[in-house]
């Protein structure tokens, strides 16, 4: 089974500060999603990326494919309460609608 | 409003008994999935379907089956509960002119004691 691993597995972070979740695998992804999920919720999608080194913005949140489609990363700017979660990548290999779950990264934010 | 609708939020079983887990979705989307989610792990596939009564295994099968007899709908049976079960269940839907982008419900807490 491939793997797509996630780093760091939690995050707890004041209010204000910056941060980085990588998202890493050794298999090549015809495209990428990322996913946040608060608790007693399923995941809603955030962004999907299809091209090698594409980077993506959603607000204060910066989406970056790797150029060899092997590894993502999302990087927050400032921060917020608002932005506690789990998060989750998910790589499609085939180029059909199966996605390959990673293995997650809780973030705390703290007022 | 997009919807995916499971049918428990939480669910206590006992070792041995046979479990439904029922999933529909209101956008007539052609692809529908079962995962389970565990700490640590994330979220891994059970099964799939591309179409009624289409389905395909995901990578963690064993021990479950299913069935999608209606478009909008996609059940998950644990033929014979067993407490290694006990997890969070996930149901999500998609289809092409979405690009593929899945939509979840809310979640079936499994225990199995």
């Known amino acids: 089974t491939q793997l797509l691993e996630q780093s760091p597995q939690f995050l707890s972070i004041q209010e204000g500060e910056n941060l980085t979740v990588y998202c890493n695998s050794s298999?090549?992804?015809?495209?990428l999603q990322w996913y946040r999920q608060e608790p007693g919720e399923g995941p809603v999608l955030l962004v999907t990326?299809?091209?090698?080194?594409e980077v993506k913005k959603l607000k204060r949140l910066t989406f970056q494919f790797g150029d060899a489609r092997k590894d993502s990363s999302l990087h927050i700017t400032a921060a917020q309460p608002g932005d506690t979660g789990l998060y989750l990548c998910?790589?499609?290999?085939?180029?059909?609608?199966?996605?390959?779950f990673g293995t997650g990264t809780r973030l705390k934010v703290l007022a | 409003d997009v919807k995916v609708t499971q049918s428990s939020r939480y669910l206590v079983k006992r070792t041995g008994e046979k479990v439904f887990l029922e999933c529909v979705q209101d956008?007539?989307?052609?692809?529908m999935f079962w995962y389970r989610q565990d700490p640590g792990l994330g979220l891994r596939l059970i099964y799939f379907?591309?179409?009624?009564?289409?389905?395909e295994k995901g990578d963690i099968p064993e021990g479950y089956s299913v069935s999608r007899e209606k478009k909008e709908r996609f059940s998950l049976i644990l033929e014979s509960a067993s407490t290694n079960q006990t997890s969070m269940y996930l149901c999500?839907?998609?289809?092409?002119?979405?690009?593929?982008?899945?939509?979840f419900g809310p979640g079936t807490r499994l225990t199995v004691t």
């Open positions: 999500a839907s998609s289809n092409r002119k979405s690009s593929y982008e899945q939509y």
């Open positions: 298999s090549v992804f015809s495209s």
């Open positions: 990326v299809v091209t090698g080194g």
């Open positions: 998910a790589g499609d290999t085939s180029g059909t609608y199966k996605y390959i």
């Open positions: 956008m007539d989307h052609e692809n």
């Open positions: 379907s591309y179409d009624v009564k289409m389905k």
